[in-house]
């Protein structure tokens, strides 16, 4: 009986979609520097690290990030 349920929490837990586990934060400033400041405030508040996806530079810069728990 215990293999069982051990067999039905795996496959449950396995049905999940690990992207449900990231969480992206966002931040728009005037240089890089800010923004990536203001990403690392946001990923400090909540306690985790973060990884820059993207960076778009135009008038302004548009920085995305992952949090790393």
């Known amino acids: 009986m215990k ?3 051990n067999f039905v929490a795996v496959a449950a837990i396995s049905m999940m979609s690990f992207g449900a586990f990231a969480q992206s934060i ?3 400033a005037s240089t890089l520097d800010s923004a990536e ?3 690392a405030a ?3 508040e909540q306690g985790a ?3 820059i ?3 778009i530079v ?3 810069v548009h ?3 992952h949090l790393d728990k």
Request: positive net charge; charged residues 10%.
């Open 26 to 28: 966002t931040a728009t």
């Open 63 to 65: 920085m995305t990030a």
């Open 37 to 39: 400041a203001i990403i």
């Open 53 to 55: 996806t993207s960076a």
């Open 42 to 44: 946001k990923a400090s």
């Open 49 to 51: 690290g973060y990884t």
């Open 3 to 5: 293999t069982i349920k």
């Open 58 to 60: 135009n008038s302004r």
